[in-house]
């Protein structure tokens, strides 16, 4: 790991996960890279006047902007930083993948009983890229201890799980796999091949399984992290995992669980 992507808009949630990254790349000698998306304002129509933004008069502010963020993260690791106009998502998406960031890291925020905000539940669906959502209030400790939740409905590759595999490595990590089902059910034919595919891709890595009973996967697994805590909670935002349902969760359990753990978000790579 030695590029990591900050999506950063001046918050204290992003300058969390600003000073989380630069924790971060000390430890694998990376690279950090701010990036701040923003719209530029289009000329007012109303009253006798239009008022009129100079052209790049907004991008010159929020460059001098960035470099007094930086000078404040008072870091020893390199960090560069870039400006775009445009939508935030589709930018950041883009330029993770211009920047080909090996990792993406934002901060993230309950509104209004919702675990994450619109941009992040729009980086989980769309950003190839291994994606880190940090709590405005976690304070960065080493990842010692993860949770790897799964559900054995699409296969999992050695290359889907590099970030997870470098982090656990780096940490000196132990790693608990869990997954969730209803009592007494038994694995059909593709859920115990998946299983296999998982084993094998966690080959380079000690880890324990765990099967929890539960007619409820969100209360099995919330239940789960009651009983062993973590300091990383890591999934693949595969189309009928726990991804899907925890950006539209409300209730106070989960999101008062959600907003105090970093949540590593793993797609599938391409072959």
Not at 23 to 51: K, T
Not at 219 to 243: E, K, N, T, W
Request: overall charge negative; aromatic content about 8%.
């Amino acid at each position: 790991m030695k590029k990591i992507m900050v999506a950063f808009d001046f918050t204290p949630a992003s300058r969390n996960a600003a000073v989380y990254a630069c924790q971060l790349a000390e430890r694998f000698q990376a690279v950090v890279h701010l990036v701040h998306v923003y719209n530029e304002p289009l000329p007012s129509m109303v009253g006798p006047e239009a008022w009129v933004v100079a052209p790049g008069t907004l991008q010159q502010e929020m460059e001098v902007r960035m470099k007094e963020e930086i000078r404040q993260l008072n870091t020893t690791v390199l960090v560069s930083a870039v400006v775009i106009n445009g939508f935030r998502s589709e930018s950041l998406t883009m330029e993770a993948e211009e920047y080909e960031a090996d990792l993406v890291v934002m901060g993230s925020k309950s509104r209004a009983n919702r675990i994450f905000g619109s941009t992040c539940i729009r980086m989980m669906r769309k950003c190839g890229r291994p994606l880190l959502l940090v709590p405005e209030s976690f304070t960065y400790r080493p990842a010692k201890n993860m949770v790897l939740a799964v559900d054995f409905r699409e296969k999992v590759s050695q290359k889907d799980l590099v970030a997870l595999v470098s982090l656990f490595k780096v940490y000196d990590a132990s790693l608990r796999v869990v997954h969730v089902d209803p009592p007494m059910a038994e694995m059909n034919v593709s859920e115990v091949s998946e299983k296999l595919q998982l084993g094998l891709a966690l080959s380079s890595v000690t880890y324990v399984y765990d099967r929890v009973e539960n007619d409820d996967v969100d209360s099995g697994l919330f239940d789960y992290l009651d009983r062993h805590p973590c300091d990383l909670l890591v999934m693949m935002a595969h189309q009928h995992s726990f991804i899907n349902r925890m950006v539209s969760l409300s209730h106070t359990r989960v999101v008062g669980s959600m907003v105090k753990l970093p949540l590593l978000v793993l797609h599938n790579q391409p072959a």
